[in-house]
């Protein structure tokens, strides 16, 4: 399955992290409508893109884990 169109060029999305930094962003989706992949799916082809994009396994680890998890006080 193909990931659905961004409604946002992907490098305008990292050029915007590079900015903000990767440290205060949260990567999340909102999918899991029928015509979407499921969640899960529809993040793992995010990080995919994010990567190919150029943002590292670290600043993507921060947005997924870290950040959300501080954020929810689990850190």
Do not use: H, W
């Not at 995010?46 to 590292?56: A, E, P, T, V």
Request: glycine share 8%.
């Amino acid at each position: 399955m193909e990931m659905p169109d961004f409604r946002r060029d992907p490098q305008l999305m990292i050029e915007a992290i590079r900015v903000v930094g990767a440290d205060r962003c949260i990567l999340t989706t909102d999918l899991g409508q029928n015509y979407n992949p499921a969640p899960a799916e529809g993040m793992r082809m995010m990080i995919g893109y994010m990567l190919k994009y150029g943002l590292s396994e670290k600043e993507i680890e921060l947005m997924i884990k870290t950040n959300p998890a501080k954020l929810l006080g689990l850190d």
